[in-house]
């Protein structure tokens, strides 16, 4: 059985930080391409980052500087440092496993920024 399950999500000030957490169970975590993805109410799903088996990185342009994804293969975990947080970063994450037709999804974490 495969799970996902975030962590680290809140209630945080404009220009203060997070870091989520994905751990997963179920799968080979180090061959898979790992995700996070956000959705803020009445928007679409988007890509936020990702971070391949080899450990390339890609990054939507909105938090380029601001976040960095990780992963550690040893603890099947994938990280999301969010520096310097916006109101419009307010979203449900959700962490994603992906590997050629295959995705698997968290139940995601609610990150809201606000004063």
């Known amino acids: 059985q495969v799970q996902l399950v975030e962590s680290g999500g809140g209630l945080v000030q404009p220009g203060g930080s997070l870091r989520l957490s994905c751990a997963a169970s179920?799968?080979?975590?180090?061959?898979?391409?790992m995700g996070w993805y956000r959705q803020a109410p009445g928007k679409q799903r988007e890509l936020v980052a990702d971070?391949?088996?080899?450990?390339?990185?890609n990054y939507v342009d909105s938090v380029k500087g601001r976040f960095t994804i990780s992963r550690d293969n040893a603890k099947n975990t994938v990280y999301l440092q969010m520096n310097n947080l916006k109101p419009e970063d307010t979203a449900v994450y959700y962490c994603n496993a992906h590997l050629l037709t295959i995705d698997y999804w968290g139940q995601g974490t609610q990150v809201t920024v606000s004063s």
């Open positions: 179920g799968i080979t975590f180090s061959i898979y391409t």
């Open positions: 971070i391949t088996s080899g450990g390339s990185t």
